[in-house]
């Protein structure tokens, strides 16, 4: 039997320079209640999890789409009740883990119901100037980054 891995911790200055955003960006997110440590030292440092920059990464991804605070708060909420430290999703939750309510539920369901159809709408134009600009610039040598990939 195997041991499981250890959670790697990050400092704020650490998740900070691995979301390649400042200090005061993710300490400015954590005031906002849009980061919560995943442990605090003694002497009152605060250690984010995994995780926590793949949370980071969203919320400004969210910002960025023009998603309201309180929701993208709302957001993470949900992401954190259904996901361990480590960011692996939890099969085990149930709907008393999730601490907010029905009607911040409707709230989420419908912004990403939003995103989703904006997504759908843009896909195929934005696969289409990705092949244009990559046989623009690169002389076609590079292959186009497909709708879906990361």
Avoid: C, N
């Amino acid at each position: 039997m195997t041991s499981p891995t250890p959670v790697t911790f990050y400092t704020t200055a650490e998740l900070a320079r691995e979301a390649g955003v400042t200090r005061r960006t993710v300490m400015h997110y954590a005031e906002l209640g849009l980061l919560t440590p995943d442990q605090v030292t003694a002497s009152g440092r605060a250690l984010y999890g995994p995780y926590a920059l793949r949370l980071l990464r969203d919320v400004m991804d969210l910002r960025a789409l023009g998603v309201p605070l309180d929701e993208v708060r709302d957001m993470v909420i949900l992401r954190r009740a259904t996901h361990t430290v480590g960011g692996t999703y939890r099969r085990d939750w149930t709907r008393e883990d999730i601490p907010l309510g029905d009607e911040q539920l409707r709230i989420i369901h419908a912004r990403l119901r939003l995103l989703q159809e904006a997504y759908a709408r843009q896909a195929e134009g934005l696969a289409r100037f990705d092949r244009w600009l990559t046989k623009r610039f690169t002389g076609g040598d590079v292959a186009p980054l497909e709708v879906g990939e990361d």
